[in-house]
Nanobody, 122 residues
Framework: QVQLVESGGGSVQAGGSLRISCAPTGPVYRLPVWAWFRQAPGKEREFVGR????????SYADSVKDRFTISRDAAKSTVYLQMDDLKPEDTAVYYC???????????????WGQGTQVTVSA
């Protein structure tokens, strides 16, 4: 059973930067789409961004566009979420996900990371 392992995250002041990484524990060649979601206390899980083999450049939610960047290291099968100019409203648990469907909905994603906390103070 493939698992996704996240690392990074933490606490930062507004305007700062953080990077989260996500790597699988086994082969994921049949899962071409990788995405990031986040969930704040009392709120639903929210789409952050996605990247997929054959789908061109990554796409992002409007709330993070031009501040967050998704990248992939194919050799390491690792996906990164670089978060710049962080705001207090970005505070949430961030999850990586992998699947076959290029979608912003969390339901179709087959594999999930354990989540990592990102806290942004004003």
């Amino acid at each position: 059973q493939v698992q996704l392992v996240e690392s990074g995250g933490g606490s930062v002041q507004a305007g700062g930067s953080l990077r989260i990484s996500c790597a699988p524990t086994g082969p994921v060649y049949r899962l071409p789409v990788w995405a990031w979601f986040r969930q704040a206390p009392g709120k639903e899980r929210e789409f952050v961004g996605r990247v997929g083999s054959g789908f061109g450049s990554p796409s992002y939610a409007d709330s993070v566009k031009d501040r967050f960047t998704i990248s992939r290291d194919a050799a390491k099968s690792t996906v990164y979420l670089q978060m710049d100019d962080l705001k207090p409203e970005d505070t949430a648990v961030y999850y990586c996900a992998a699947g076959a469907l290029y979608t912003e909905r969390p339901g179709p994603y087959e594999y999930w990371g354990q989540g990592t906390q990102v806290t942004v103070s004003a």
